[in-house]
């Protein structure tokens, strides 16, 4: 069965700070990656996600991920961290059977200070 | 762009009352899911659905929960007799199919408190 860990609960980064979240999955084959955002009282908003090929992906609002193989990792990234990215920010795995549901990790809540 | 959509946004009922979440997927999306986040966790998967019928299910997903697709449009997850333990967010979500439909599209949830 796959699994997902964020090891960090909660993390606290001063805005224009770097960023990064870690996940790592836990899958026999190579997994579909995602990572998904939620601000309060919100749904989960798709910020990248990764299948093959290039293991560095891009996504919205300038967030960037890099799958690593050999760590089991999928770490999110953001060079500059801006007050609108506090939020609680997933990592999730799936795959590509069918309707194949989505695994999660526990989640990381994001504290941005001045 | 498409949007999944659900109703209500909030739903508050008694312990024991039987509740029903909307969902309308993406049109051309053809695989269906429900998902629950209780407050504080992390989000679970509940049912996933294709072809109208339950592809796979959780644990979660007891004879207390039912899934329906009523007509062309509709995606529901009923609840025959609520506990307060079904206090949680409901998230429904649709895929496509096809070459590259990796994707599940999540909808803005409906809050579900049980009294």
């Known amino acids: 069965a796959q699994s997902v860990t964020q090891p960090d609960i909660h993390i606290t980064v001063s805005e224009g700070a770097s960023l990064e979240l870690r996940c790592n999955y836990s899958?026999?084959?190579?997994?579909?990656l995602f990572w998904y955002v939620q601000s309060p009282g919100q749904g989960l908003q798709l910020l990248l996600k990764?299948?093959?090929?290039?293991?560095l992906v891009q996504g919205i609002k300038g967030f960037e991920a890099e799958f690593k193989r050999s760590q089991s990792s999928f770490n999110l990234r953001k060079p500059s961290v801006h007050w609108s990215d506090a939020a609680e920010y997933f990592c999730?795995?799936?795959?590509?059977?069918?309707?194949?549901?989505?695994?999660f990790g526990t989640g990381t809540r994001l504290t941005i200070i001045p | 762009e498409p949007e999944v959509t659900q109703t209500p946004s909030h739903q508050v009922t008694q312990m024991g009352q039987e509740v029903i979440l909307r969902c309308v997927p993406i049109?051309?999306?053809?695989?269906f899911y429900w998902y629950r986040q209780i407050l504080g966790q992390k989000v679970e998967f509940l049912v996933s659905?294709?072809?109208?019928?339950?592809?796979?299910k959780s644990e979660i997903f007891d004879d207390q929960f039912s899934v329906e697709r009523p007509d062309g449009s509709n995606f529901t997850l009923k609840i025959r007799s609520t506990k307060l333990e079904d206090s949680a967010m409901y998230f429904c979500?649709?895929?496509?199919?096809?070459?590259?439909?990796?994707?599940?599209?999540f909808g803005p949830g409906t809050r579900l408190t049980v009294t």
């Open positions: 979500a649709s895929k496509r199919l096809g070459q590259g439909s990796y994707e599940q599209y």
């Open positions: 990764y299948f093959s090929g290039d293991t």
């Open positions: 999730a795995s799936g795959s590509n059977f069918g309707n194949e549901k989505l695994t």
């Open positions: 899958y026999g084959a190579t997994p579909y």
């Open positions: 659905f294709y072809n109208n019928e339950i592809s796979e």
């Open positions: 049109s051309n999306h053809l695989y």
